[in-house]
């Protein structure tokens, strides 16, 4: 089992910076790959980011890449994303991802945080 707790969301003005947290408990953090992922009212849940046990290979959304981060601090058992350049669009819950088939992201995950609203106001 795969305990997630996101924070860091809140509300933002169009051009602003957030990084979100997300902390994981439950197993060797170091062992598996973490995603973000975000669903805007109406909309489906859509990925957002992902990262790789080591941190050595990240995947973003074309949506995304360029303006958000992310990042494992494996000591802290942490993964983040920074968000730069904040659009109204980027409005959404934010959910972080455990994907614990592999050390790699497969893009199935099998553990879920339970979310962090981020607004973003223009």
């Known amino acids: 089992q795969v305990q997630l707790v996101e924070s860091g969301g809140g509300l933002v003005q169009a051009g602003g910076s957030l990084r979100l947290s997300c902390a994981a408990s439950?197993?060797?953090?170091?062992?598996?790959?973490m995603g973000w992922f975000r669903q805007a009212p109406g909309k489906e849940r859509e990925f957002v980011a992902a990262i790789s046990w080591g941190g050595g290979t990240t995947y973003y959304a074309d949506s995304v890449k360029g303006r958000f981060t992310i990042s494992r601090d494996n000591a802290k058992n942490t993964v983040y994303l920074q968000m730069n350049s904040l659009k109204p669009e980027d409005t959404a819950v934010y959910y972080c991802a455990a994907d614990v088939t592999s050390g790699l992201w497969v893009g199935v995950p099998n553990y879920w945080g339970q979310g962090t609203q981020v607004t973003v106001s223009s």
């Open positions: 439950g197993r060797t953090f170091s062992s598996y790959a």
